[in-house]
């Protein structure tokens, strides 16, 4: 949106500011990604992405680590979007603030996105590979991204309810509509681009995983059979070609684009499919 | 059903979904504990604050120089990623045309992606060296803080950017009605509004900077000390795991354990202030 | 539209709720099927190995993994990550059939069977641009102990040294240790790091450093083209080629660890990573293969 342009001093100075750490992010993400860029791109065709590795990833491609990370992905939102939200529309719909366990709940959750990735891959082993017998495998991997990635969803979407203004609430009660209902057919609709934007991040933190996959989906190369199977993500095969593989280095720039690439995808289909709900919502 | 019954069942049901959070943090702390219980066992809690050094297969176990190094780097990079990302996250929103805005939108969720040894390398490759060419050896906590500030920054703009468009229109047009300036709707009008979403963003950000490993473990040094100036080295807590771990091996492994539940504790104690300052706001909500 | 909200977070429910009874009924046969070899296999290997341990082993692992699957296809090696202590717990707490240690087993380490299939050789790096070739024991000595702390007294050049150091644990650390006869708490590093690439890099990037690291790992960077080069110890060259005919001092070890059992499968993968055909990958890697 547009605002009316002025020009007293601290208009100036916020504009000016503005621009200054924009054009500052631009240039310096800019240089990354150049950087990256020039760096993998001939090491990049069609086939890196369709084969599987060979001499540790130094020759090959990458079709398996692109197989693991789709299902790694897929099942971790599988399993904490829904929790998510329903925790978000506690959290946003039913307390307060001030509320003893919805405190509490907002304690957990900081204090959860802030567990460094290594401990949580040692859990993550401990717990869901080992107590609970599944195994190094994609499931476990899944599992432990789940639990990474509930506080960006959880307290994103939470946000987004909270900034529906009230009078729709008051509208909706007033019209005999269920708290369930309202919550269903009005309010989730309308954060729906508060979910599409906590998803977007989750994929991010997601994507960008290396530890805590390490001990738990694991380093194999092969192609899985299931999500049983032991396979390695796409970030843990760069992170390996870069400190463990000699001469690994232009397979890890290769993979950061397609990294890259897929991000990007899989967020415009995120945006594209929020957009889809909202024209056919009722509001 | 009546629809009573089910709201009251919905209720119950979210409620316990919600736990799921909770039992997960009580889990991994509880491992923690469990894990750390060798070391804690041998030597009082104590020694992690008077031991002469971290000389862990000597029995000196000083945690207290990692606990400055996480607090110190992630207050740096938070203090410049903030203004920076939410700046950004302004130009993009009010004064920038859209295709601009539309870059770096995207350049910002690509590069919350990216897995941290990317960053990491290209500290080592770029910000050492330029800071060694000033003050040597480089590898310092000045490079973690600006490592990290790239690690948190597109976090912090997307945050800001979806909660600045989501503030309410009629708002926004009654304020421009009225002939408030650019400036003034931003910092009176929109910024009280946004307030909530920039302390989320805060927090997790903040987490998520205090937590980062394998990127600080690059660019930092990890010379356990007390740092002098930013230009000397620093270790964190999480660095120290991350260093130590592949080979350590009984009170070793214990005090690294040690390491992590201290960082958690550190952030349980911020995340105590942070809801304590966000409480007079609650009142007006 | 209504209803098809209801549906898709129903449908959501239903497929969380199907996934986790899936979990709790695959838990079980997975277990099984991991580490028991097939009963009938007289001749024919069959069956799945997991090995885990130290990161500087596993990539080469991975590939002797590859090659022998492919020699016996009824087989699955399943390679994972995460330092040698993980290598030794996991075997210790029978997780894993394998364990890869990258250090000499230490006495309480007794009750595994070692299997030593290769050594990695260590040496210290600086670099191409300083004007230095050789260096003593007696330097080394000086300079991690903070002695030397400029160029000036080692070629000429008007620059502080960035001395760099391996993390407390490391077992390049332990090995560099023990031969400059040094104790930890004496060193006095300006960088403290965990892995090869890592002290390659900022050599690389930093003229004025000195490191030390797994000499294959530098043989493989400098053939990449980055500015880091060898110092002879003691005149004595760090190739892998000396490495290989035991003539270079700073050594450490690489092990398998395993059980005292009679797991055919796992008998002949360890026998396979000293046999002939092992003995490409493994120099492929930089490390010098041992023959059984």
């Known amino acids: 949106m547009k605002l009316p342009s002025n020009y007293n001093p601290a208009d100036i100075l916020l504009a000016g500011f503005s621009w200054l750490s924009g054009l500052l992010v631009l240039l310096c993400f800019g240089y990354l990604f150049a950087d990256i860029f020039s760096n993998g791109y001939a090491h990049l065709d069609w086939q890196f992405i369709t084969t599987a590795p060979e001499n540790a990833g130094r020759d090959g491609g990458i079709a398996p680590m692109i197989i693991s990370t789709t299902i790694l992905l897929f099942f971790a939102l599988l399993f904490s979007l829904p929790i998510g939200i329903f925790s978000a529309i506690y959290l946003a719909e039913y307390t307060s603030y001030e509320h003893r366990f919805a405190r509490l709940l907002r304690y957990a959750l900081n204090t959860l996105a802030a567990v460094p990735s290594i401990v949580m891959g040692m859990f993550g082993f401990a717990f869901f590979v080992i107590i609970l017998q599944i195994g190094f495998s994609l499931l476990a991997g899944a599992l432990t991204l789940a639990i990474m990635i509930l506080p960006l969803l959880i307290r994103n979407i939470e946000d987004s309810l909270r900034n529906i203004p009230h009078t729709y609430r008051l509208n909706a009660a007033a019209l005999g509509l269920s708290q369930v209902r309202t919550i269903f057919q009005i309010l989730l609709p309308m954060a729906k681009h508060g979910i599409a934007m906590a998803v977007v991040l989750s994929v991010g933190r997601a994507m960008a995983e290396t530890a805590a996959l390490l001990f738990t989906a694991g380093y194999v190369m092969r192609m899985p059979d299931s999500l049983m199977d032991s396979g390695r993500s796409l970030s843990v095969h760069i992170f390996d070609l870069s400190m463990n593989v000699p001469g690994g280095e232009k397979a890890a720039y290769a993979t950061t684009i397609v990294l890259l690439f897929s991000i990007l995808i899989i967020n415009a289909a995120t945006v594209l499919l929020s957009n889809q709900i909202t024209r056919r919502s009722p509001m | ?285 | 539209m209504k209803t098809q909200w209801r549906l898709f977070f129903i449908a959501l429910l239903l497929v969380g709720i199907g996934i986790g009874m899936g979990v709790a009924a695959c838990s079980n046969p997975s277990n099984e099927n991991h580490q028991t070899l097939s009963a009938d296999t007289s001749n024919a290997l069959a069956g799945k190995l997991i090995i885990t341990g130290s990161s500087t082993i596993a990539p080469v692992t991975t590939e002797l993994a590859r090659l022998f699957e492919s020699r016996f296809p009824a087989t699955k090696i399943d390679v994972q990550t995460g330092g040698s202590s993980r290598g030794i717990s996991d075997v210790r707490r029978s997780i894993a059939d394998i364990g890869m240690v990258s250090r000499k087993l230490k006495n309480s380490e007794q009750e595994f069977q070692g299997h030593l299939f290769a050594t990695d050789g260590i040496s210290i790096i600086v670099h191409q641009s300083k004007s230095i070739e050789n260096i003593t024991t007696q330097q080394v000595r000086d300079i991690f102990q903070g002695k030397i702390r400029h160029w000036q007294q080692l070629t000429g050049d008007a620059s502080p040294l960035t001395v760099i150091h391996k993390a407390e644990g490391r077992s390049t650390l332990e090995v560099f240790l023990n031969y400059f006869a040094l104790k930890n708490p004496q060193i006095k590093a300006d960088i403290i790091i965990g892995d090869n690439e890592q002290a390659i890099k900022l050599v690389a990037n930093n003229p004025n450093a000195i490191a030390y690291v797994s000499i294959g790992a530098a043989e493989y960077a400098i053939m990449q083209g980055s500015t880091i080069k060898l110092l002879t110890l003691n005149g004595i060259v760090a190739s892998t080629d000396n490495l290989l005919h035991e003539r270079f001092p700073l050594r450490r070890e690489l092990n398998f660890i395993s059980r005292n059992d009679n797991n055919p499968l796992k008998k002949a993968f360890l026998d396979f990573t000293t046999s002939i055909d092992a003995q490409p990958i493994i120099k492929e890697f930089g490390f010098a293969p041992t023959l059984h």
């Not at chain 2, 009580?26 to 894990?35: A, G």
């Not at chain 2, 091996?249 to 349980?268: C, K, N, P, Q, Y």
Request: charged content about 10%; hydrophobic content about 55%; proline content about 6%.
């Open chain 2, 1 to 285: 059903m009546p629809p009573r019954c089910i709201d009251n069942l919905f209720l119950r049901f979210i409620q316990l979904v919600s736990l799921v959070s909770i039992v997960s943090l009580l889990f991994i702390i509880f491992f923690l504990v469990k894990e750390s219980y060798l070391i804690v066992q041998e030597k009082p809690i104590l020694t992690v604050f008077t031991d002469p050094a971290w000389h862990p297969l000597d029995g000196q176990f000083l945690l207290l120089p990692m606990m400055v190094g996480s607090l110190l780097i992630m207050l740096g990079a938070m203090l410049i990623a903030l203004p920076i990302g939410l700046l950004t996250a302004i130009l993009c929103r009010y004064y920038a045309p859209r295709w601009f805005a539309t870059i770096i939108q995207r350049l910002m969720e690509v590069f919350a992606g990216i897995p941290a040894v990317v960053y990491g390398f290209w500290g080592v490759m770029v910000i050492v060296p330029a800071i060694a060419a000033w003050q040597a050896p480089g590898t310092s906590l000045l490079a973690g803080i600006l490592v990290l500030t790239f690690i948190v920054t597109p976090g912090v703009t997307i945050i800001s950017y979806h909660n600045l468009s989501q503030v309410n229109q009629t708002l926004l047009h009654s304020a421009i009605a009225l002939g408030l300036s650019r400036y003034n709707i931003i910092r009176h009008i929109i910024f009280p509004e946004v307030k909530h979403g920039l302390i989320t963003a805060t927090t997790l950000q903040s987490g998520r900077a205090i937590g980062e490993t394998l990127a600080v473990l690059m660019v930092c040094g990890n010379v356990v000390q007390l740092p002098g100036s930013v230009f000397e080295p620093i270790r964190t807590l999480t660095s120290n795991i991350a260093l130590e771990m592949a080979y350590a091996m009984d009170t070793h492994r214990s005090a690294l354990f040690l390491s992590g539940l201290l960082l958690l504790l550190i952030v349980l104690v911020l995340a105590f202030i942070a809801e304590s300052m966000q409480k007079p706001k609650a009142e007006s909500q």
